[in-house]
C-alpha cells in the first residue's frame, strides 16, 4: 500500500483526509492510504520519510517552517515565502529525497483570476501570517500592488485604523487571510469600514467554515464580489496530487 498524510500538530479535523479519501473511492484508487499523522516534534517526521512507502505528505501548523531543513529542494514559490504545504518523496539508493511546494499560492492565484475585473489593481491583505506571505506572492505573479493591514504597526503595512474611505477607493481587492470570522466565532469580522464598500470591491475570504463569513456578508450587502476559500482548499488539493505523481529527476 503506498502512502500519503498530512503531518502537523495537534491534528482534529481534516479537509485534506476527507477530500483524498473521497477521491481514492470516486476514482476506484485501491492502492494509496491517506492518513492524518499528529507529530509535536518535526524530528518525527523522519521516520515518515524514511518509511519507502511514503510519497508524498502534506504539511501543516506548526511545521510548515519547521520542515524546512529536512528539503533537498524548493519550488520557486515555496523558496520565495521559506515556507512548504506540499512535499513529494522519492526514494533512490542514497535515502530518501524531499521536494518542498507551497501549493496554497496556485489555489489562491487560479481562484482569484476568473473573478478579476478591469478595477481590481490593488489589494489590502489582511492579517500577516503564512497564509498571508502565499497571496502576497500570488498577487506579485498577477501584478496586483498590494497593501498589509495588521494589528501591528510596522514599517510600509497600515494599521486596521488607517484603512480610510481613501484607502478603500483606491484598493478594490480586499482579502482576509487572517482566523477572523471562523467557526465557532461567526460573528466577528475584521475591523474595517464595510460601509464604504462598493459593487466595484472584491472581497475574498480565505476562510471557508463557515461558508459565508461575516466579512463576506458585509461586503455582499455593500453589493461588493464575493469569495470564500474553498475552491482555493480544493485547487490546492488537486495540485498536491499532481505534484506527488510526477515523475522527477531523483
Ligand atoms: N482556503 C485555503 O486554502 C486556506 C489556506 C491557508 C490558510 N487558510 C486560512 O487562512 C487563515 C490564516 O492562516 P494562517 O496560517 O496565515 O494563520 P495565522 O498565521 O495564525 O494568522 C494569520 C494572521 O492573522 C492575524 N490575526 C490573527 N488573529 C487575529 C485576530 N484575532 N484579529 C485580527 N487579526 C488576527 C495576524 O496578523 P497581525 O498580527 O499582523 O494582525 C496573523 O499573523 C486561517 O483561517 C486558515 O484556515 C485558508
Redesign the pocket.
Known sequence: MKKLGLIGFPLGHSFSKKYYLEKFKKENITDINYDLYSIEHIHEFEKIFNDKDFYGVNVT?PH?ISVLPYLHELSPEAKAIQAV?CIQIKHNSKGSYLKGYNT?VF??MESLKPLLEQQHNKALI?????????VEYGLKELHIEYK?????K?EN?LT?DEVTPNILEEYSIII???????FPNIE?S??IPYQHITPKHLLY?????PEETEFLKKGKHQGAKIK?????????AEKNWEIWNSISDH
Do not use: H, W
Open positions: 501548523i510548515k504545504n496554497d489555489g489562491f489582511l492579517g500577516n501570517g503564512g497564509a498571508a506571505k502565499a498589509f493591514v495588521s494589528r501591528v510596522k503595512n486596521y482576509n487571510c487572517s482566523p477572523v470570522g471562523t466577528n475584521p475591523d475570504d480565505l476562510v471557508y467554515n470564500n476559500g474553498l475552491e482555493m482548499l480544493e485547487l490546492q
